[in-house]
């Protein structure tokens, strides 16, 4: 199975920083990876697929890269509504896990 | 619009058996697998398996293996979770998620979940 160690775990920030959070899937996942946000309580809402591509209605201050086997996931000028649990998925081959999480806090 | 909607909350004994439906709306359903991803108090998402409505083939993890039925009705537009011999740590919410695009692996839309609890 493909593993994907998300980093770090946690992360703590202020309104208008510029944040990173880092994917690595454990074989190379061509841009089979994909970003999602979890607010408490909620599903999931898929901001970045394959790799670097933004989902319609998702600001342009999150941006995604990376292929093979390293994924960035990069938050400009976090807003309030930015703090949430983040996670990454590579779906090149099943199971397709996702990474552990990282939640973003104030 | 793409709607998913799930069915109710449920409690099980150690042992038993759950099925919970999601209901979709919006989309022509067999376009487009369905993933069922789980979240157990406090962790993260676990990725649980997936099925395609138009052939019914599935897909799963193995962990789940003869555990994890998944299925589907094209005539009411819904597909189905069961998992067999729950234990308590099966305790999660669970969520359906539909994929973005016929050939976009991620999910885009997904299901309000369903709280399972597994206690004696």
């Known amino acids: 199975d493909i593993q994907v160690t998300q980093s770090p775990s946690s992360l703590s920030a202020s309104v208008g920083d510029r944040v990173t959070i880092t994917c690595r899937a454990s074989?190379?996942?061509?841009?089979?990876v994909h970003w999602y946000q979890q607010q408490p309580g909620k599903a999931p809402r898929l901001l970045v697929y394959?790799?670097?591509n933004l989902e319609s209605g998702v600001p342009s201050r999150f941006s995604g890269s990376g292929s093979g086997t390293d994924f960035t996931l990069t938050i400009n000028s976090l807003q309030p509504e930015d703090f949430a649990t983040y996670y990454c998925q590579q779906t090149y081959r099943a199971p397709f896990a996702f990474g552990q999480g990282t939640k973003l806090d104030i | 619009q793409v709607q998913l909607v799930q069915s109710g909350a449920e409690v099980r004994m150690p042992g038993a058996s759950v099925k919970i439906s999601c209901k979709t709306s919006?989309?022509?359903?067999?376009?487009?697998?369905i993933n069922w991803v789980r979240q157990a108090p406090g962790q993260g998402l676990e990725w649980m398996g997936w099925t395609n409505p138009n052939s019914n083939t599935p897909g799963f993890a193995q962990k789940f293996q003869g555990r994890l039925t998944m299925t589907r009705d094209t005539s009411i537009r819904t597909a189905y979770m069961e998992l067999t011999d729950l234990r308590p740590d099966d305790t999660a919410v669970y969520y359906c998620?539909?994929?973005?695009?016929?050939?976009?692996?991620?999910?885009?839309?997904w299901g309000q979940g369903t709280q399972v609890i597994v206690s004696s």
């Open positions: 998620a539909r994929r973005r695009s016929p050939d976009s692996s991620s999910s885009l839309f």
């Open positions: 074989q190379r996942v061509n841009t089979y």
């Open positions: 919006g989309y022509t359903f067999t376009s487009y697998d």
């Open positions: 394959a790799g670097s």
